[in-house]
Nanobody, 115 residues
């Protein structure tokens, strides 16, 4: 079965960095596009970053230039490097695999940006 397990969240000061990881299993990871989605309290879910199976990336305007999505197909893992974090980046961050074969989410990892 498809499993997505996020890690790497935590509390960081404004201007700091974190790297999120999403370990995938139960499917041929290299064949699928992957995304990071976040949800802040009281707000709608927001697509943060997306990477295709061949490595083409797109970002939300709010994170362009600060966040980088990448993947390591040998490790079945997708990453989100987050730099220059701001308080408004505080949210629960989810890894997502969405395709015609189904919509799968991890359990999320909390990122809190606060001084």
């Amino acid at each position: 079965q498809v499993q997505l397990v996020e890690s790497g969240g935590g509390l960081v000061q404004p201007g700091g960095s974190l790297r999120l990881s999403c370990a995938a299993s139960g499917f041929t990871f290299s064949s699928y596009a992957m995304s990071w989605v976040r949800q802040a309290p009281g707000k709608e879910r927001e697509l943060v970053a997306h990477i295709t199976s061949v490595g083409y990336t797109t970002y939300a305007d709010s994170v362009k230039g600060r966040f980088t999505i990448s993947r390591d197909n040998a490790k079945n893992t997708v990453y989100l490097q987050m730099n220059n974090l701001k308080p408004e980046d505080t949210a629960l961050y989810f890894c997502r695999r969405f395709s015609i074969a189904g919509d799968y989410w991890g359990q999320g990892t909390q990122v809190t940006v606060s001084s």
